[in-house]
Antibody, heavy 118, light 106 residues
């Protein structure tokens, strides 16, 4: 079964860090890049960036470099989103997905809710 | 960056209605245009890719058309399960971008 399974929800205080994981199964891990998408409460989908699962090279959308880092552990077929110096406005659901839509392959994680609150 | 502008932002419709959502890109996306449906608390679901290709398992009442910078998603006969938010998405250039969404309401 082709799927991405994300880590559980997190509650963090401002200034803290968090690392969200996204584990792939059911397909060759390096076949597709992994993109990260943010959805703030009541808002639309925002593309954060993408990581090449062959090279590990990340590409970040404007506004998502610096505090946001994408990484991989190919040995366990897992992608990571690490966020540092968290702010209340980082409160959102974070989705990972394969970059395969234009091949008719639709694989999304279930989403990880990150709440930043004092 | 390629800006994707959807219209309308919301639409009120009834079961059986024909619904059309448009998406305009700020530059040519070379047909790398997809449509997603999202329901509350769920991940987006791919409906259409490469402008007009119907994703496996998606009912044929959904269709996509367009080229260049102007695209359309049509639901030919709205069903109760179609009340959701719809997004267009381009993957022609980094950064990939989404439209702001169109909420289809009863």
């Amino acid at each position: 079964q082709v799927q991405l399974v994300q880590s559980e929800s997190e509650l963090k205080t401002p200034g803290a860090s968090v690392k969200v994981s996204c584990k792939a199964s059911g397909y060759p891990f390096t076949s597709y890049g992994i993109m990260w998408v943010r959805q703030a409460p009541g808002q639309g989908l925002e593309w954060m960036g993408w990581i090449n699962t062959n090279t590990g090279k990340p590409t970040y959308a404007q506004g998502f470099s610096g505090r946001f880092v994408f990484s991989l552990d190919i040995s366990v077929r897992t992608s990571f989103l690490e966020m540092s110096s968290l702010r209340t406005e980082d409160t959102a659901v974070y989705f990972c997905a394969t970059d395969s839509a234009m091949e008719g392959v639709d694989v999304w994680g279930q989403g990880t809710t990150v709440i930043v609150s004092s | 960056d390629i800006r994707m502008t959807q219209s309308p932002s919301s639409v009120s419709a009834s079961v059986g209605d024909r619904v059309t959502i448009t998406c305009r890109a700020s530059q040519d996306v070379n047909n790398f245009l997809a449509w997603y449906q999202q329901k509350p608390g769920k991940a987006p679901k791919l409906l259409i890719y490469i402008v007009s290709s119907l994703q496996s398992g998606v009912p044929p009442r959904f269709s996509g058309s367009g080229s260049g910078t102007d695209f359309t998603l049509t639901i030919s006969s709205l069903q109760p399960e179609d009340f959701a938010t719809y997004y267009c998405h381009q993957t022609n250039n980094f950064p990939y971008t989404f439209g702001q969404g169109t909420k289809v309401e009863i």
